[in-house]
Nanobody, 115 residues
Framework: QVQLVESGGGLVQAGGSLRLSCVAS????????MGWYRQAPGHQRELVAG???????NYADSVKGRFTISRDNAKNTVYLQMNSLKPEDTAVYYC?????????WGQGTQVTVSS
């Protein structure tokens, strides 16, 4: 069973940037899709961005043009570059392995954007 560990969260001012990392315990080459999700207090967990093994990406409308997802199969790592952060981006961000639906989650990393 693959284990996922996120890092890179923190406190940042609005307009700032953060890069989240998700390191897997084994090769992610065979994992079709890796995704970043987030959950804010009082809200359901939502998809932020996904990337397939072929490099195809998809983004939530709310982050298009600001966030970029990438994967480095050689390092078993998925990244989420977040620019132009807004207070509404504040949430716990989770990495997930996806096969139709997420089947493995990381523990999450907190991102807080101050106004």
């Amino acid at each position: 069973q693959v284990q996922l560990v996120e890092s890179g969260g923190g406190l940042v001012q609005a307009g700032g940037s953060l890069r989240l990392s998700c390191v897997a315990s084994r090769s992610i080459f065979s994992i079709n899709t890796m995704g970043w999700y987030r959950q804010a207090p009082g809200h359901q967990r939502e998809l932020v961005a996904g990337i397939t093994s072929g490099g195809s990406t998809n983004y939530a409308d709310s982050v298009k043009g600001r966030f970029t997802i990438s994967r480095d199969n050689a390092k078993n790592t998925v990244y989420l570059q977040m620019n132009s952060l807004k207070p509404e981006d504040t949430a716990v961000y989770y990495c997930a392995a996806v096969r139709g639906a997420p089947y493995r989650w990381g523990q999450g990393t907190q991102v807080t954007v101050s106004s």
